[in-house]
């Protein structure tokens, strides 16, 4: 996914690695299940934080924003380690300020533009919490991962991410000494695309280089780096998961060509997305030639909400086997719908690709072969090394417009000029335009996902058909 351009329009919040106290930090509740068998679950007490990125960040004395627009405050900023020194990141307002809400036990809704006393916020991304201080870290190999997920409100352009990033339990709160807040205000994020519009990294401000590119964001010299499973990508009309395993093994700073930027694409730590292509071993059913299975109406129906199962099959069928494979189901109305599979069925099988409806290494070199992607992915260790990472993955959820290509990749046809009818180019049937972030934050300010009822535990042991 592109996420590195994702702006915070926001006018005058901003983040340091201080911790301010204008606003006390609450954690809304998101309890969660654990389970062992059908029916067999119990309940765990967590919490959602906001990511540290889209905090007020101002000097520890008082009001002044060390970050405004697009731009560090020089005087509080002169560097890195002064202004992690100068900066302090506040509590949040979730619901008034960020739109996240908890409309019932178990249930996170995320509005993708809220107004609010600064002008308006949009998107957001929020990570899952075991405590006050720390992230709740999950083992995913041998275990399936399921929520309930509403898309109905969340049209072309747009996309509601679930997904696992490698990152510190604390937020690197023990491993960086310029962080004084760590995973209690959301530090310490990192991903596949070694984002570099991370505004402090390894505690420490990214002021090198920054350079504002819309809105009120920027980029600067560091990316933050590490292993991302995306679970869930989607909107209405289109849906993806996809492993993306890097080379580190921990969240690592980037700097230059380990960033994996333009004619470095394929030098940098991690198998990331380009502009060019979609990186990563994805399953999409659209891309994957099956075009009437996710949607209104359809096989797997987005007007209402839908159970979305994803499990990692390792090949002794243990929790520190290698994994092998990462399949899908969906449950709704009380059936269980397995993944859709590259067979003919009315739609085109597409030629070289075996009929399988799961993630394998096989299944990534058969599809970039039949696409002409390079399989980066298999050169940064492929499903073995995505599932070292799975070891100790903390959970996303999030919802964002695309700054960079408009969320093409996902729901329209991409790259925009290839010919569609090429095999990989169409990814799901939205206009090219709908995503564009003007476009689709004016028409559609009003959008919102909810994901609930999260259930993670054994094989088979989250969901039944009734
Ligand atoms: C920058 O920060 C200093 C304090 O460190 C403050 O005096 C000054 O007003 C700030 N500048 C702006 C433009 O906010
Ligand atoms: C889980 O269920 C599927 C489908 O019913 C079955 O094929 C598979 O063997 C089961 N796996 C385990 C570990 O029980």
């Known amino acids: 996914m592109f996420r590195a351009l994702t702006a915070l329009s926001f006018a005058s919040l901003v983040l340091g690695q201080q911790v301010g106290t204008n606003t006390v930090e609450k954690h809304p ?8 068998a059908p029916g067999s679950c119990t309940t765990e007490a967590t ?9 007020w960040t101002h000097v520890t004395t008082g009001y002044t924003n060390c970050y405004e627009g697009s731009k560090w405050n020089a005087t509080a900023c002169p560097d890195g380690k002064t202004c992690a020194a100068n900066c302090a990141i506040d509590g949040a307002d979730y619901a008034k300020t960020y739109g996240i809400t908890t409309p019932s036990s178990g249930a996170l809704q995320l509005q993708f533009v809220t107004k609010n006393d600064n002008g308006q916020n949009v998107g957001s991304r929020v990570y899952l919490m075991a405590s006050d201080t720390k992230y709740r870290t999950f083992n995913l190999l041998n275990k399936e991962f399921t929520l309930d997920v509403d898309t109905s409100k969340l049209p072309c352009g747009l996309n509601g991410a679930v997904y696992f990033s490698e990152m510190d339990e604390d937020g690197g709160l023990s491993r960086f000494e310029g962080n004084k807040a760590g995973a209690k205000y959301g530090t310490g994020y990192c991903d596949s695309q070694c984002p570099q519009d991370i505004k402090f990294i390894n505690g420490e401000a ?3 280089g920054w350079g504002g590119s819309d809105g009120n964001s920027g980029v600067g010299k560091y990316g933050t780096c590490c292993a991302e499973m995306d679970i869930w990508e989607a909107n209405l009309d289109a849906t993806a998961y996809t492993p993306h395993p890097c080379k580190v093994t921990e969240q690592t700073r980037c700097d230059g060509t380990d960033c994996g930027n333009g004619d470095d694409r394929y030098a940098g730590m991690c198998d990331k997305d380009i502009l060019t292509k979609l990186d990563g071993c994805d399953f999409n059913s659209y891309r994957m030639g099956v075009q009437d299975f996710y949607g209104t109406g359809m096989t797997v129906d987005t007007s209402k909400p839908v159970t979305v199962v994803t499990q990692f099959i390792t090949d002794d069928g243990t929790d520190t086997g290698t994994l092998k494979s990462i399949h899908r189901f969906y449950v709704q109305n009380g059936k269980v719908i397995p993944n859709s599979e590259n067979v003919l069925t009315g739609t085109a099988k597409i030629e070289g690709i075996d009929a399988v409806n799961h993630i394998s290494d096989d299944f990534c070199k058969q599809q970039k072969s039949v696409f002409g992607d390079n399989n980066y992915f ?7 090394a995505m599932g070292k990472s ?3 993955m903390v ?3 999030s919802v964002w417009d695309d700054h960079a290509v408009s969320m093409n990749w996902l729901d329209s046809h991409f790259p925009t000029d290839a010919d ?10 939205c206009d090219p335009a709908a995503g564009l972030p003007e476009t689709v934050e004016k028409a559609h300010p009003d959008a919102s996902v909810i994901y609930s009822n999260i259930k993670f535990g054994a094989i088979n042991s989250t969901f039944t058909a009734s």
């Not at 569609?420 to 049937?429: A, I, L, N, S, Y």
């Open 378 to 384: 298999a050169t940064v260790g492929g499903m073995a």
């Open 395 to 397: 959970l996303v959820l």
């Open 420 to 429: 569609p009818t090429k095999p990989g180019v169409t990814r799901g049937r």
């Open 206 to 208: 990214n002021v090198d």
């Open 29 to 36: 509740s998101l309890p969660i299940s654990v389970c062992t």
């Open 390 to 392: 799975l070891e100790k």
């Open 47 to 55: 919490s959602v934080v906001l990511d540290a990125n889209w905090r």
